[in-house]
């Protein structure tokens, strides 16, 4: 039935970002794989300045596939994201609309 062993509803939920959209915008189901295989590279980064643009580069490239909202709002951080940091300085040329 709709109820499972313990009584809670076995039903599919909805993705996080339908449940919490005031909160969640990416559904993590959609970008987990992507993110783990990106930011896998991003940990053997020594540099911070490094570290921080390839884990924007990491939500720019994951999100572009994703449904709903995610692709839109990514490109949104991705470009405030580079706003607030020295791109001279940490060498981070990352266009957010490629």
């Known amino acids: 039935g709709i ?6 509803s076995s039903a599919p939920k909805a993705p996080l970002d339908i449940r919490y959209p005031g909160l969640v915008k990416c559904d993590p189901t959609e970008m987990h ?3 783990t295989r990106c930011y896998s590279g991003v940990m053997t980064e020594a540099n911070a300045d490094r ?3 390839a884990t ?3 939500v720019r490239d994951c999100s572009r596939t994703t449904s709903r909202e ?3 709002k990514a490109l949104v951080a991705c470009k405030t994201l580079l706003s607030l940091i020295d791109v001279v300085r940490s ?5 957010c609309e490629r």
């Not at 060498?91 to 266009?95: E, H, I, V």
Request: charged content about 15%; aromatic content about 4%; overall charge positive.
């Open 3 to 8: 109820l499972g062993s313990n009584g809670q």
């Open 33 to 35: 794989g992507c993110m």
């Open 51 to 53: 570290k921080l643009c």
């Open 56 to 58: 924007i580069r990491c």
């Open 70 to 72: 995610c692709p839109g």
């Open 91 to 95: 060498q981070c040329y990352l266009d």
